[in-house]
C-alpha cells in the first residue's frame, strides 16, 4: 500500500527558491511542447528532443518526455472539448532529480534538488510534522518526489509505501450508509459524523476558491478523517458500502442518493469519505466490499417490502410491516444485506466450480 504526504518547501532561503522558478518555468515550458507535439501526431525521437533548444539537461528532457506521455495518455482517456493537453499539476522528478536526506540540525530533512545549473543541486530544508513522522519512521520512502508551486509557495509530495497486511479471517461484517446529514451509519445503529451538514452549508456559502472557501473544505476533510477515525475497525473483518459510481447510472432508481449527491461538493465529500474509509481498512486488513447502490434507502430491512413512501425524511417507516427505525440505519441494514447476498453467491459460485 501506498500513500503520498505533502511537505512545505517554504523554509527555502530566496536564492534557492529562484532556482527552482526557474527550472519549473522551463520543465513546464518543455513538457508542454511535447504534448503539443504528440497532440500533432509528432514522434518524440532522441534527435527531436537533442533539437529543442533549452537550459535543461538530457536526462531532464528524458523525465519531462516522460511525464508529457502520461498527460497525453490520461488527456486521451479523457478528452474535453476545445483542450489541449497540457501540464497542470507537479514535476514528477525520479531519483536522479529529487533526494531526501535526514537533517543533522534544526531542520528535519533536506530536499536535494537538480536545477538549471548541472553539477549544482540546491539543498532545500523541511520539516516533518507528527503525522508525517510515523509514516518517516516505519514505512519505506519511495524514491523520488513530486514538486508543486500553488498560491502560497512550494511543496513536495514524498510517497511511502509498506506490505498491505492480508485480509483478515475472522471478525464481523457490516453495512455502512454514507450521507450528508450524518458521514457514516452502521448496520449496528451506530452513527458517525452527525456535525457534518453546516460544515456542506458553509462551503456552498463561501465563493468558491476564496481563502474562507478553501478554509471551510480544510475543515470538511479534518472533519472526515475524525469521523473516519472513530469508526472502530478491529472487530471487523468486512465493511460493505455503496459505490457511488454507479449512482449516475441509476439515478432514475435512486433518487434519494441523486438529490444527496446533486452537488459536486457533496460528490467529492462522498469520494473522500469512502477512499479515507478505504485506507484505514486497508492497513487493518479489513476488506471493503463495494456494492451497486440499489433501492437501499426504499426498502424494508425486516420484510423486504420496496415503496417509495416507506422513507419520510430521518425516518423509515414501512408501509407493509410498520416496522419503523432511523432511515440511514434501515439503509445501512440493507446494505449489509446485499453485502452477504453477494458473498454468498461467490461462494456458491465457487463451491460449484469444484463439483465441475
Ligand atoms: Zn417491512
Redesign the pocket.
Known sequence: MKRSLKFSLNKGNADKILALEKLYAEYIRTVNIFTTSLFNKQELSETYLKSLRSPLSCRYRQCAKRQAFKIFKSWCRNKKKGEKPVLRGSMILDYRFIEIQKSENSFDYWAKIATLNKGKPILIPFKSYDYANKYFNNWKLVNGGRLQKRDNGWFLLLTFEKETPKTKESGKVIGVDTGIKKLMVDSNGNQYGKEIEPLMNKIQRKQQGSKAFKRALKERDEYINKTVKEFPLNDKKVIVLENIKDIKKNTKKEKRLNKQFRSKFQRWTYSKLISRIQQLSEVDGVHCQMIAPAWTSQT?S????VHKLNRNGEIFK?R??D?TLDADWNASLNILNLGLTQQSMVAGNMKGNICL
Open positions: 424494508c425486516r420484510c423486504g417490502f414501512c407493509n410491516c416496522c
